[in-house]
């Protein structure tokens, strides 16, 4: 997909939207290294939340050198120490330090990360003098095991260089790995390691967004419905107001990005997720179960793929499945055959029937099992 953080999350003036506190531990950050003591910083969150915003933002608030290197994932790959390539590079442009050095910390690459280290250090530390250098990897859960094992090296042997070691990821891909996670996990335990986790934004921002992307005040319904479909992200709220001005329903951006996602489950977990989409709702694990004709045992396995790639999320609160984000269920109905939909809708409306024909439906219930028959075709 690329880089979907660049959004636009700031207002009219041009301040950062909603990351006040976020915004001061990177300030908190940048200061130490001013004064000798390089810090470690860890942003995730999901795609198109604003990581890369905050960490620009900061870096210009601050007048510091921001230099971060991309991992690359191409066809379901990563490449080996491509991030570290692509920040040597950068260094080499933009520090403007010995051209002759940086060309021989490149020709170590293909030794590994051992031999990379103390002319990185020398490099990053030295390039520019005094001056604070944000430097860093960015999409960590593509990087290869050798570019984790570098940038843990660089972390672990900063001394008083003036840097602040930068790295971010997106929160739902580590979830896959077991691995990955655990390795996540016990850096972030590191001494000196701050952790950054951006949610979504609140309605205020959510609206002040709305209002500089279309020019004027929108409405408070036009709010709280992209902040319901959006959940605050601010890629997903450009998408969202881009695609009501089109007179579009369902952004093609996201949708594609979704779509990623839910290609990689197992058959059987989307399966359960065009249920979940059909229902409308955060489904309990027995509806869910009395729908797809499974087992609870078949059910559990079917939905953790789901749940261990947040696609899908368990309300503490009532133990029911839901989706991370509402626009998943979107795109997961979007996608299913209309006579998938008809089909769902009626296995749905007869479930709801059969869980209550001891005791009569409610209103609300009678309401809700003539909805799914109408989008049966049972009119």
């Known amino acids: 997909m690329g880089d979907t953080d660049g959004v636009m999350d700031r207002n009219r003036s041009g301040e950062l939207l909603g990351r006040s506190a976020e915004l001061m531990v990177v300030e908190e950050a940048i200061g130490d290294a001013r004064a000798g003591v390089p810090s470690v910083l860890l942003v995730s969150g999901d795609a198109g939340i604003g990581k890369s915003a905050l960490i620009e933002h900061a870096a210009r608030r601050g007048d510091v050198t921001l230099i971060l290197g991309h991992s690359a994932h191409i066809g379901g790959e990563v490449m080996p120490l491509a991030p570290v390539l692509d920040l040597l590079r950068q260094v080499r442009r933009s520090l403007a330090g010995d051209p002759a050095g940086v060309e021989a910390i490149i020709d170590l690459v293909g030794s590994g990360p051992g031999p990379l280290l103390s002319p990185l250090l020398e490099l990053l530390g030295g390039s520019g003098g ?41 929160e739902n891909e580590p979830n896959v790995d077991v691995a990955l996670r655990r390795r996540f996990a016990e850096f972030g335990r590191l001494p000196g390691v701050r952790r950054i986790h951006l949610g979504g934004l609140g309605r205020s921002d959510v609206s002040e967004q709305i209002a500089t992307l279309v020019g004027e005040q929108a409405s408070s319904t036009l709010v709280d419905g992209i902040l319901t479909r959006g959940q605050g992200n601010p890629l997903f709220t450009e998408e969202l107001v881009a695609a009501h001005l089109a007179g579009e329903d369902l952004p093609a951006l996201l949708s594609s990005l979704f779509s990623a996602d839910l290609t990689a489950l197992p058959p059987a977990t989307r399966s359960l997720l065009g249920i979940m989409a059909t229902v409308g709702r955060n489904t309990g694990h027995e509806h869910l179960s009395s729908v797809a004709d499974l087992d609870e045992q078949a059910v559990e396995a079917a939905m953790r793929p789901a749940i261990d790639a947040r696609v899908v999320v368990v309300d503490p609160a009532t133990d029911a499945f839901g989706f991370r984000h509402a626009l998943i269920g979107e795109v997961v109905y979007a996608e299913l055959l209309p006579s998938e939909r008809k089909r769902l809708h009626r296995r749905v409306a007869t479930a709801l029937v059969e869980r209550t024909s001891t005791g009569g439906l409610r209103a609300d219930e009678a309401g809700e099992v003539a909805f799914h028959l109408d989008r049966s075709g049972d009119h």
């Open 130 to 170: 005094g001056a604070v250098k944000m430097i860093g990897v960015e999409d960590l859960q593509w990087a290869d095991a050798a570019t984790w094992d570098l940038f843990e090296l660089v972390a672990r042997n900063l001394l008083d260089e003036h840097i602040v070691w930068i790295g971010t990821y997106r």
